[in-house]
Each structure stands twice: as structure tokens, then as C-alpha cells.
């Protein structure tokens, strides 16, 4: 019975430390080009872009918290969704935002 529940457990940590590795590496990308893309497009000016990019990281990064925090409540399932999800989800919105207005502008 112990060899059993020792299997198991260091089955759990293989999963876990790989998918941590795979995770870190998506949202680590994402922290880092994200911001800085959505800056860009934002201001021309690169001291107002990297103060963008920094807040725009932070703020990503606190309202992703805040909302997998707050999906624990969400029906029909009341499962929460991961942290990593809703940061990169925001980082993305925010680009495909910037990108549709900087089309608009370029056009009109």
C-alpha cells in the first residue's frame, strides 16, 4: 500500500513539474512581448513605452489573479480556471484591441 500511494505521489510531482516548466515558459513569453507589443502601439515615444509595457504587465497580471480568483464562483462547473490563463487571454485582448484601433486610425 505505501509502494502504491509513493508511486503515485511522485507520478503527481513528474506532472506537476513538467507542466510548471511548460507553463512558466508560455506566460514568461507572454509578460515579456505582450506588454511591450501593446505599448508600441500605444505611444510612439520608447521611455513612455517601456512605462506602458510595465504597467500594462502589472495590470495584466493583477486583474488575472483577481479574475481566477473570481472564477471559482462562475457556474455551471464552480471549478476555478489557472492564473496563467487569464493573463495571457488579457495580454492578448489588449493586443487584438490595439491592432483593430491602429487600423481604424491608419484608415481613417
Given at each position: 500500500?505505501?509502494?502504491?500511494g509513493?508511486?503515485?505521489?511522485?507520478?503527481?510531482?513528474?506532472?506537476?513539474?513538467?507542466?510548471?516548466i511548460?507553463?512558466?515558459?508560455?506566460?514568461?513569453?507572454?509578460?515579456?512581448?505582450?506588454?511591450?507589443?501593446?505599448?508600441?502601439r500605444?505611444?510612439?515615444?520608447?521611455?513612455?513605452?517601456?512605462?506602458?509595457a510595465?504597467?500594462?504587465?502589472i495590470?495584466?497580471?493583477?486583474?488575472?489573479?483577481?479574475?481566477?480568483?473570481?472564477?471559482?464562483?462562475?457556474?455551471?462547473?464552480?471549478h476555478?480556471?489557472?492564473?496563467?490563463?487569464?493573463?495571457?487571454?488579457?495580454?492578448?485582448?489588449g493586443?487584438?484591441?490595439?491592432?483593430v484601433?491602429?487600423?481604424?486610425?491608419?484608415?481613417?
Open positions: 500500500m505505501r509502494l502504491a509513493l508511486a503515485c505521489l511522485i507520478a503527481i510531482a513528474l506532472a506537476v513539474s513538467l507542466a510548471a511548460t507553463i512558466g515558459a508560455i506566460l514568461s513569453t507572454a509578460l515579456l512581448i505582450g506588454p511591450a507589443a501593446i505599448a508600441l500605444l505611444t510612439r515615444m520608447p521611455a513612455l513605452a517601456t512605462l506602458a510595465a504597467g500594462i504587465a495590470a495584466a497580471t493583477w486583474i488575472g489573479i483577481v479574475l481566477a480568483y473570481d472564477s471559482f464562483t462562475w457556474p455551471p462547473s464552480h476555478g480556471w489557472p492564473v496563467s490563463f487569464f493573463i495571457v487571454a488579457l495580454i492578448f485582448a493586443f487584438v484591441g490595439t491592432q484601433t491602429g487600423r481604424r486610425r491608419r484608415a481613417g
